[in-house]
């Protein structure tokens, strides 16, 4: 009896998907939970096993069709068995869904090259991608055994096996390469802002670039929120002084504990101090009346390699110390770099965090996540010359930039949240 493969619900919430990769083809054998597919839902993308062994008699839903949870995706059994009587695939002959090629870049470093079609290595999939990046892989010397050569994950994890050692880069020996926050150390050190590599610098002028579906989902979200909110930003700066000396007192204790102490569970203290002295800027608006969210769920805007972004969430973060703060940071960022993220991880969130300092920006206007009420970005650590005390000083300086839904909160009530912020962080710790 032949066994059906169904598109699986990956969240609560999570309704559909897109199929965005097959990695075995009609007809050839698979093992049981052996990857079979990969699908997008909801910014992430998941690599689904098989649920039997034996031969892929049919294959259902192309790549880029987007389906519900339950809808049938495949049919493994036997060679020579039959499809069930009214569950038979629709009658037309689906062909892969070729994504619109595009010219390869020869002298782009080989570990950023972005998901989609390449000339050279066909499909790369987001999470390969990701892991080759991650691992410092060059493509061109894996070999593919997915459909038509295709390189998978498997792939790749079978080649960094055979060549343990040469490719490995730590987790956090670049811990903020355009995801989180970087330290200032890396922003004035020799890693400068405008020496990152970017999947925009890959683009040839001339060419229309493929849309992934993270990409459309994206734009999707971001003209959903302009039209849904009245957006309004305003800006403060803070003196990061004490947060400074508070983590070069701290790190080495953090690290014999197993945690990296980046800025960014600072950041996230502070704002849940902002929360905690001005609940209605942890609220969502609705038909019946502004929302009040009893937990402070803090979502950090983390950057794809792929170019995409994904918003992992901290749940209850008012009962988190500093240190549970950043070891949440760490594991979430390990978890988003390495495309090991469940769609309830990105689910849930009543405030969002986002660092777009990482290439030197100072200040910006960022985008509500809906249905939050707000959304803060900090950016660049710069030390700046400032009058204290009627004395010019020189300090650690970042401005941050808070965008509120003016449905919700007016000018006062929004000032009164950042200035709780900015009082956080200077006074580190918060009261």
Do not use: C
């Amino acid at each position: 009896m032949p066994t059906k493969v169904i598109m699986p619900k990956l969240g609560e919430s999570v309704v559909e998907g897109t199929v965005t990769a097959w990695m075995k083809k009609e007809n050839e054998v698979i093992e049981e939970f052996e990857s079979l597919l990969e699908v997008t839902t909801d910014k992430v993308t998941t690599e689904v096993p098989s649920p039997a062994a034996g031969t892929i008699l049919k294959i259902v839903a192309p790549e880029g069709e987007t389906v519900e949870a339950g809808t049938v995706l495949a049919w493994i059994g036997e060679p020579g068995d039959e499809i069930p009587e009214g569950e038979q695939p629709p009658a037309q002959d689906h062909e892969p869904h070729e994504t619109p090629d595009a010219e390869s870049i020869t002298d782009e470093p080989v570990m950023v090259r972005p998901a989609g079609r390449d000339r050279d290595l066909g499909y790369i999939s987001p999470v390969v991608a990701r892991l080759a990046r991650d691992k410092n892989v060059d493509l061109d010397k894996v070999r593919g055994t997915g459909m038509d050569s295709r390189i998978t994950k498997k792939d790749v994890l079978a080649y960094l096996k055979d060549h343990k050692g040469e490719a490995e880069i730590p987790i956090w020996e670049t811990p903020a390469d355009g995801d989180l926050f970087r330290p200032t150390e890396l922003v004035f050190g020799k890693q400068k802002p405008e020496t990152q590599p970017s999947p925009a610098s890959s683009a040839i002028p001339g060419e229309t670039l493929p849309l992934s579906p993270m990409r459309k989902r994206i734009a999707e979200h971001m003209v959903l929120s302009k039209h849904t909110s009245p957006h309004v930003t305003t800006v403060m700066e803070a003196d990061l002084s004490r947060v400074m000396a508070h983590r070069a007192a701290g790190k080495a204790e953090a690290e014999a504990r197993g945690i990296h102490l980046t800025y960014t569970a600072y950041f996230l203290a502070a704002v849940t101090a902002g929360l905690k002295a001005v609940p209605l800027a942890n609220s969502s608006w609705t038909d019946t009346g502004i929302r009040l969210h009893r937990q402070i769920n803090l979502g950090m805007a983390v950057a794809m390699p792929d170019g995409g972004l994904i918003v992992p969430v901290i749940r209850g973060a008012e009962e988190l110390s500093l240190i549970g703060l950043a070891r949440q940071v760490n594991e979430l960022a390990e978890r988003a770099r390495t495309g090991k993220l469940s769609p309830d991880e990105v689910q849930g969130g009543t405030f969002t965090l986002t660092n777009h300092g990482t290439k030197g920006s100072l200040f910006a206007t960022p985008v509500i996540n809906q249905p939050q009420s707000g959304i803060l970005g900090t950016g660049m650590i710069q030390k700046r010359v400032v009058v204290i005390d009627d004395a010019i000083a020189i300090r650690p300086m970042v401005y941050l930039s808070y965008t509120f839904d003016h449905r919700i909160l007016d000018g006062a009530s929004a000032d009164s949240f950042l200035a709780a912020v900015v009082d956080a962080l200077q006074n580190w710790p918060p009261a």
